[in-house]
């Protein structure tokens, strides 16, 4: 469902289906009361931008006046209209690959993937907002103010791309369980904020230290207070890393509310679900973190090819670290209608987790030949690389122009769907886009 569609039109059609699309209400069989969850009450919450007070006698089926009557779009808050929403409990959205165009991505358009629910806005304090160390193979416990981290430590500022690790899903056959991302769950921004080595080492790390996990304010989408909607981490040699940082700014602003604001992890190159949100302790750990979504078959893969449809024991499933190389075409837009003997400008985005691009290559029939574009360096490590090329079409009619990348390993992008596995991760088949050639 795109947000765009508009609520009429959406409860017109099916009152109660869009009522658990947009908020994840439950409705009552014999009585009203109560069927509004937890859940829900915290979506249309956001959405009015206020609590829906005396929600539960709020009528089934109904739009909230303050949307109906409304002049602006239903969109989610902070966000463009145009992001693609995947689900609402938790809320994933995604942004259309024209609307990537940008060399560093806007608060506006970088995607959102939550696991639980994000604490409500109002009752984030950022003078009182505390970052917790600990951990049994932390020397000492620590635990400092936001204020404290901002004017205690160096602060960096780098160019990181962050993709979820399901990226691509939808194109998975047999089909894979989870939120059916497309292209859209990749931005890269400039993150401002502490290297996290800065902060460890400010602490202490014991020799037996392997593993970092992180804990967020979120909470379970049961609204247990005991569970924990995700915690993850990386191993000790990764958050070590120079660019490993705990930041409070995208692009010279406060990070948005749905991408981690006041305080987030960001591990750039690898799988998102490392880069905690809402964050308020890290441990560190002497052995590799147990958190939830940590094990069994989250944000893990096969640890060899297996065919389609393999039902795959955890046992033999490995951890997704550096995400593959890929690209993406932001320009222009799917679609594009030119006159021939003209030339049509593409451009977009390469980038290859822990490794630098080395060319990026298009083609428009169908991977039979392939032309180098214009690739440029990264801003600083695991920034993602801008490219473009000028493309001319022999004769009238449909073509699609395909984008393939090449890190400095020598890796490239397969043309069609890689290796299958049970999660459907680390999709990074080329990208393609239509275009029509009139006279």
Known sequence: MKKKIGLHRLYGENPKKADQLLWGRTHGSSSRRGFLKKSALAAMSMALGAEMVFAEHFPEGM???????SEEAFQLPGKHPNLV???DKPINAETPPYLLDDRQTPGNLFFVRNNGIPPKKEDIDIQQWTLTIEGESAKVKKTYKLADLKAKFKNYTYHLTLECGGNGRKEFNPPAKGNQWSTGAVGCAAFTGVRLKDVLNDVG????AV????????THLSGDPQKDPISRGVPIEKA??????IAWAMNGEDLPYLNGYPLRL???????STSGKWLSKIV???KEHDGTKMKGQAYRVPCKPVAPGTKVADEDMCIIESMPVKSLITYPKSGATIRL???LPIRGHAWAGEWRVDQVAYSIDFGASWDNGMLEAPVNKYAWQHFNAKVKFPKRGYYEVWVRATDEKGKSQPMLLPGWNPKGYLNNACHRIAVKIIS
């Not at 739009?63 to 009557?69: E, N």
């Not at 593993?211 to 979120?218: A, L, M, N, R, T």
Request: no cysteine.
């Open 63 to 69: 739009i909230p006046a303050g949307l109906a009557f």
């Open 85 to 87: 929403v995947l689900n």
């Open 205 to 208: 790390i014991k020799p037996d």
């Open 211 to 218: 593993y970092i996990g992180y804990y967020g304010e979120d």
């Open 240 to 245: 070590m890393e120079d660019h490993s940082l």
């Open 266 to 272: 960001v591990f750039g190159g690898w799988p998102a």
């Open 284 to 286: 560190i750990r002497n």
């Open 341 to 343: 003997h003209q030339q």
